[in-house]
């Protein structure tokens, strides 16, 4: 298990344009180009663990992947989804196991997904149980509930869902399986969740509009348009640098080429409501709007979160950060999902924050945090990115050790090298 030592390197001003792309995206990319009958052209495809496995896959199902020197990505579908002999690894990736449930649910044939021991332990009955109402035949321990799962590919029925949590992947799951249904199928769920998805299909020509909080999907009878796109950075790996940038007074951070979906900003607007300075300069709009961001740090102050939670769930860990360097109390709410992410997000900040000496309660479905003076700690990652990152960008302000950091290279494979030009950091 490898250790990062995290000392701080005092002001800094750091510009890059070198934020790990968008993993959604680069996800969604693998996977919708099966849909087409033409070679998808994919530039700036994430190249982290979470994302290559999604590739290897979709390869494994048939398509011929062709890499430039550039590392743009040429993706040939096959003629019909190929039954892999192979079960099909997804990593540590909750993205990858649910939109692939929904897209093997309609292709003929068996397929066995499965993960490491995280993902194997997260729940995936929110999309196994409304595919099987509409005919999907899929089995996994726990009557389908966790990986590895076997999934017969069937003709699914129509279906009018609403679903109770707000979640892109079950949305995600189920708008592929509705492609493919036999008739008008609707969605719905209770607060927006990210909508790439819905942009992307629409893009490659798919019948889906999108409403508000519901979404209907006209089955699909020939293939769809390929994509030709240029995956933009991603919000979620450039907050740790905005979290550095907010937590250390006077410094700041330029991001280059960002993905500006609203829903995926928002911890970004929090922090501005916290006291810092942020502003986003748009550049283009084609799929996504894409553009920069630049966030100064300024004295923080304490905030309640607890609203569109889904547009800034990756990002709450690194918030927490933010959140104890300010004056006053910040208070998370409505946010229980975090108990089902690549840890139990909950416990995890709670226990390395008190670690860092920092007053926290901690609730069923969030936490309050007093802010305080940091104190250096040994972090334990619980082997989740988003944990090891939070913690490695609070040693930017006060020293750090992160125990267990493999685990960035699920999203974030260049994170140290770029740690490495606004703090001083040690393997
Ligand atoms: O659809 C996606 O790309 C994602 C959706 C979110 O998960 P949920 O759908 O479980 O909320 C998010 O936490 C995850 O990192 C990526
Ligand atoms: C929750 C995450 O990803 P996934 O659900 O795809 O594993 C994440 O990256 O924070």
Redesign the pocket.
Known sequence: MKTLHVNPKGHFSFTTDQIASD???S??CAIFSLLSDRPSIIQNYLPAEDTLCTLSIVQSLGAQVEKAIDGTLTIMPPLSIVEPPLILDCGNS??AI??LMGFLSTCKGFFVLYGDQYLCSRPMR?VADPLRSIGAQIDGRSNGNYAPLGIRGETLKAFHYESK????????ALILAALQADGISTFSEPEL??D??ERMLRGMGANVISKGLHVTIHPQSSPLKPLHMKVPNDP?SGFFFAVAAAINFGSSVTLHNMLLNPTRIEAYNVLKRMGAEVVFIEKENVYESVGDIIITGKELHGVEVSENI?WL??ELPALSIAFACAKGKSLVKNAG?LR??ESDRISSVVKNLRLCGIDVEEFEDGYEVSGGALKSATINSFGDHRIAMSFAIAGTRVPMKIEDIECINTSFPNFIELLSQIGEVEQ
């Open positions: 993993k959604s995206i996800h969604r909750g993205t649910r939109l929110r949590i707000a979640s892109a992947q079950v949305k995600s969740s990210r790439h998805s979620s889904s769930i990756d999902e089902v992410k």
